[in-house]
């Protein structure tokens, strides 16, 4: 909060409770117009929206699309908007990210904002936090949608093309951020302005915003095509097999990184033939390789981040603990890793593009969102993205009590103390939800439950429409449930079961026993994961309750405050601390992890920002080569010889034309992907590079700079020699021929899982 004066806050403050009060009294206006919408027939609905223009200055129309919306939602859907929806659709419209808690119908708040935007004609696409909630929300809300004459449509990972090019023509669109991403990346293979799947990014409604524009905001997706891959040379595996931790080289304190001593930089010197590693003539070439192979041998290990499976190295997805079958490792550590298990090389992914979530969404004009923890990200959401945030006030008051969390002394103490408390509250027949933060500890946990008699269900399920179904059903009387990562799952829970309606004698009967009870197993790395956690409970009003266990041994204080001493005054028998007691150290663990988030997230967004400016240049001349007939009149300008020759031959300006678009496409792709791959391997070594010199990111934005400089007329120059070259007939150019074919084969996958996250968790248990 330092960067901010208290006067800022202020203002700041001041101005969202003017929003609010101006957003409740819209919702009053707009009850002027219910018998209006109300007499409205459905056939007179269409047009009677479309007249309306919700960003219309000085006019009633912001107040009559509320009062169609209400009437429309319940006519089509059966469902009555509440005005605490009705506020947050109208917050969205203006473009802030709202928050409402879980259960308030943030969908239904969603849809009339996306309708909103829709009849004042901008084209407006649904972020869903997963393929099965953006098919379930388009299909639940089109009647609505359709009642008003919007389209709609969504996509998902099983959608071909031909519907991915239909979806992405409707004015409401939803999808999960990796498959609309994906289509933009994809867009990068197009070499025909026909082919072009997704249109030009308008308006973006974010569902659970802060877990996709915050937590996940710094993931890439990335569209590889394949290669073969680089493997470090055998006498660098070699020497770098034979280095001891401690003494050749250091692992630093999150496990994400390794580098050599004194010792171990020498004694590779040595083996490598008396060479100086960090001398101009290594540094970029043997040094990187080095780094590799350490990285191979010291930090990734067998069956924890990868299995061996018939011939094959397979990556471990770790938070949903199974192979991630597309995934596999970038630059060179996949054939590395092969090569120290003394596998064969495969195919390797070369980076043909990357794009980060959050700069895939910066190309948006409009971003707005909705979450049940707006607030608790408000700083980055306003540092990152610009955004405001509102919040909604809920429908039903909360009634749920959080509990004040319980610590312990250490893990194994933790985990009889959750079992305990788990067995007393599921005898009453009361159903309990356990958060967990990986899959090996959700395991463990429902083994030792077991033990004690009681049976969990634990998410591990196939598919997200499997999870979504369980999770759904954890308000079952007596049902106990454990999941991870509850965050982003935009799955409500009713008690009583899932089609349990709020007055059926199943859901008044839970509620009697206290509704919901959710246990989180340790602190996350920050608060608002914690909240998004407990609200799962005590949704609408309803009653339910929310405890934490903790322990002093958690990762989260091992990583975050490791010289700290922990308390005494543990009872001897449980091992738990008073209330309160021993809760300070785990919070201050937590401030540190969300500081140095913050920071992280500040950094990594200040490295990538220039090279997605760079993007968005190299993007914006594809577009042109693409859609114009610049690739003629570029042709004309630089090889007249040639392409006259080419005239006179007979072929159509029409087919060099096209021949000319895909060479300077091919060329403008290569140098792309090459410019990546350079950018990578600068990011890796940066902090070797820039020794002794400015500061790291100085020196990185020096080097990017400068290659990127080079690479139109690298690409142009490439582009002349194959026009010159290639052969070109009636047909069109023959890249293949001239060795310049396009990946085939090429598969995208978001590096999601950082494969060293968990480990801690994992040896805890002793799992995976
Ligand atoms: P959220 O995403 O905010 O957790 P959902 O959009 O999944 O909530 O909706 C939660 C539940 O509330 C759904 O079962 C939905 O049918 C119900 N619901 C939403 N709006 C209304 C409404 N206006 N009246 C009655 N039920 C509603």
Not at 77 to 91: E, K, S
Not at 165 to 183: M, P, W
Request: glycine share 8%; net charge negative; with cysteine.
């Amino acid at each position: 909060m330092g960067r901010f004066s208290n006067k800022m806050w202020k203002v700041l403050g001041a101005q969202s409770t003017r929003n609010q009060s101006r957003s409740v009294a819209l919702i009053e206006q707009s009850a002027a117009f219910d018998e209006w919408a109300q007499g409205l027939s459905d056939e007179e609905f269409p047009d009677a929206a479309l007249a309306l223009d919700v960003y219309a200055a000085k006019s009633d129309d912001r107040a009559k699309f509320i009062a169609i919306a209400r009437e429309g939602a319940d006519r089509a859907l059966g469902l009555r908007p509440f005005d605490v929806q009705l506020q947050g659709a109208d917050r969205l419209l203006e473009g802030d990210v709202v928050e409402m808690a879980t259960g308030e119908g943030k969908t239904l708040a969603g849809a009339v904002a996306a309708a909103g935007m829709a009849l004042a004609g901008r084209s407006v696409h649904v972020i869903s936090p997963n393929d099965y909630l953006a098919r379930r929300d388009a299909e639940w809300m089109k009647p609505f949608f359709d009642l008003l004459d919007v389209t709609v449509g969504y996509v998902a990972e099983s959608s071909t093309r031909e519907e991915r090019r239909e979806a992405y023509a409707k004015d409401v669109v939803y999808g999960s951020v990796n498959e609309i991403g994906f289509d933009v990346l994809r867009d990068q293979l197009a070499t025909r302005a026909e082919d072009l799947l997704s249109p030009k990014p308008d308006v973006a409604i974010v569902d659970e915003a802060d877990s996709v524009l915050v937590d996940e905001a710094l993931i890439p997706l990335v569209l590889a095509g394949s290669v073969k891959g680089d493997v470090p040379q055998t006498a660098i595996m070699e020497v770098v097999a034979r280095l001891r931790e401690g003494k050749h080289y250091e692992i630093d304190a999150d496990g994400k990184s390794a580098f050599l001593t004194d010792d171990g930089a020498k004694l590779v010197e040595e083996e490598l033939g008396g060479i100086d590693l960090y001398s101009d003539a290594h540094v970029a070439s043997t040094l990187p390789q080095v780094n590799i192979a350490l990285h191979a041998y010291a930090l990734v290990e067998r069956d924890v981040h990868y299995i061996v499976r018939d011939g094959q190295v397979k990556l471990i997805n770790s938070s949903r603990g199974r192979v991630a079958e597309l995934q596999r490792w970038p630059d060179g550590l996949q054939a590395a890793v092969e090569a120290k298990e003394g596998l064969s090389q495969t195919d390797s992914g070369e980076v043909i593009d990357t794009i980060t979530v959050q700069a895939l969404l910066q190309r948006y004009a409009l971003v707005c969102g909705m979450t049940g923890t707006a607030i608790a990200a408000g700083e980055q959401l306003r540092q990152f993205y610009d955004l405001g945030v509102s919040q909604i006030p809920p429908n039903t008051p909360n009634i749920r009590v959080d509990q004040p969390m319980r610590v312990y002394d250490n893990k194994g103490n933790k985990v009889a103390g959750i079992v305990d408390y788990v067995r007393e509250v599921h005898e009453t027949g009361q159903p309990v939800l356990i958060g967990t933060h990986d899959v090996a500890e959700s395991e463990e946990l429902a083994h030792m439950l077991k033990i004690s008699g009681v049976i969990a269900t634990v998410l591990n399920a196939k598919n997200d429409a499997d999870e979504a179904r369980i999770i759904a059903d954890a308000g079952t009387k007596g049902a106990v449930t454990v999941s991870t990562q509850m965050a982003g799952r935009g799955t409500d829970i009713k008690l009583g079961g899932h089609d349990a309606g709020d007055e059926s004698p199943e859901h008044d009967e839970v509620a009697a026993l206290g509704g919901l009870a959710v246990v989180g197993t340790g602190l996350h790395d920050t608060e608002r994961l914690d909240q998004q956690l407990r609200g799962r409970a005590g949704r609408q009003g309803d009653p339910g309750t929310s405890v934490i266990f903790a322990s002093v041994e958690d990762p989260i204080v091992e990583r975050h405050l490791p010289l700290k001493r922990p308390p005494g005054g543990a009872d001897p028998e449980t091992g738990e601390f008073p209330r309160g007691k021993a809760a300070d150290m785990l919070d201050s663990a937590q401030r540190v992890a969300e500081g140095g988030m913050l920071e992280t997230h500040a950094n990594t967004w200040r490295y990538n920002q220039l090279v997605n400016q760079q993007r968005d240049l190299v993007m914006a001349r594809r577009h042109t080569l693409l859609t114009s007939d610049r690739p003629l009149t570029d042709f004309a300008d630089l090889e007249p010889e040639r392409l006259a020759e080419l005239r006179e031959a007979g072929i159509d300006d029409d087919v060099l034309e096209q021949a000319a678009r895909e060479a300077f496409l091919y060329h403008l792709d290569r140098t792309w992907a090459e410019h990546l791959a350079f950018v990578s391997e600068v990011q890796t070594t940066i902090h070797l590079r820039a020794l002794g010199r400015q500061s790291p990111l100085d020196e990185f934005h020096r080097l990017v700079i400068e290659e990127f400089r080079k690479l139109p007329d690298e690409a142009v120059r490439r582009a002349r020699q194959t026009l010159q070259e290639a052969e070109i007939t009636g047909d069109g150019i023959d890249l293949d021929d001239a060795d310049l074919g396009r990946n085939t084969l090429t598969w995208t996958y978001m590096v999601h899982d950082n494969p060293f996250a968990t480990k801690g968790m994992a040896n805890m248990f002793g799992m995976i």
